[in-house]
């Protein structure tokens, strides 16, 4: 699904490397997590398969369904399948949450070649979904993540993704600022998402959200790179003992 070699990073503005030599493989339905220290470059793996400007890559290549994403412009990313369910998902003042849905969803559909759903038949999916995820009727008349909670926007980033039915998901440290029942419903919306022909990637500090979402395989990263792979067992690892006995068996 998503293949990651040898990707190097610099800042644009910058001579500051930060990701130097990542290789990843995610395989179609595969969950995988990735932990690691701050300032690790788990964010910025994020951002730059995102397609967010200010990074430039100097070496690699990254491929989602053997297409080079790297060329492309973020949209055009979305359309080719890839979702990124951001840390601090942005609020954007005037901008009605159903008219959002609708145009994104309606976007996506053009893109992959499908016909546009009529008003009604949009409002009656949405109404649905986010009555599944447990979002209230009233913040979909609300501008996008507007005066919402931490837990509201994070379920927000859920429904679009729900709803746009993207092949491979990347949520950023998703669990930031969620208290435990807000991550529960968060982490059954993914887990209701998972099938055979979509693949996550969960960015996380916290071995907490990975009991809710149970990865297939955890990396940790550190100073730009992979130091260690394993199973969900190596979470717990990093959680009982921290990073440093791995940082030190690479050093």
Known sequence: MLEISNLHVKLADEDKTILKGVDLNIGAGEVHAIMGPNGSGKSTLSYVLAGKSGYDVTDGTATLLGEDILGMEPEERAAAGLFLAFQYPVEIPGVGNMTFLRTALNAQRQARGEPELSAGAVLKLIRATAKDLKIDAEMLKRPVNVGFSGGEKKRNEIMQMALLEPKMCILDETDSGLDVDAMKLVADGVNALRDKGRSFLVITHYQRLLDHIRPDVVH????????????????????????????LQVA
Do not use: C, F, Q
Not at 230 to 244: K, S
């Open 220 to 247: 940790i990263m550190s100073e730009g790179r992979m130091i260690a792979n394993g199973g969900p067992e190596l979470a717990i690892e990093v959680e009982t003992n921290g990073y440093a006995d791995l940082k």
